[in-house]
């Protein structure tokens, strides 16, 4: 069985940085895609970045050039490099991923428990 792993939220001012690490484990032959997503009460979730196995990435407009996401492929592991914070980047931060068992299978879409991102002003 497969599971995402997220980790690295904490509390930092505004301008600063943090890094985010999400890991795909389990019985895993391949992954799609990784994306982090993010949401705040009473709002949808969000959609902020996504790397392909490809290496193709697309961003939230609200994160670009400040956001970078990225993957190690060796490690089934994704980050995101979140700089130049600001306060309304405070969320609840969930990685996803789609992640194919086996050969010819396909992808089953998996979600990492939350983690809190606080941006003070």
């Known amino acids: 069985r497969c599971s995402c792993r997220a980790s690295g939220g904490g509390l930092v001012q505004a301008g600063g940085s943090l890094r985010l690490s999400c890991a795909a484990q389990?019985?895993?032959?391949?992954?799609?895609?990784m994306s982090w997503y993010r949401q705040v009460p009473g709002k949808q979730r969000e959609l902020v970045a996504r790397?392909?196995?490809?290496?193709?990435?697309n961003y939230a407009d609200s994160v670009k050039d400040r956001f970078t996401i990225s993957k190690d492929n060796a490690k089934n592991t994704m980050y995101l490099q979140m700089d130049s914070l600001k306060p309304e980047d405070t969320a609840v931060y969930y990685c996803?991923?789609?992640?194919?068992?086996?050969?010819?299978?396909?992808?089953?879409?998996?979600w990492g428990k939350g983690t809190l991102v606080t941006v003070s002003s």
């Open positions: 996803n991923a789609d992640l194919v068992e086996r050969a010819f299978d396909y992808g089953r879409e998996y």
């Open positions: 389990g019985s895993i032959f391949s992954i799609t895609y």
């Open positions: 790397v392909t196995s490809g290496g193709y990435t």
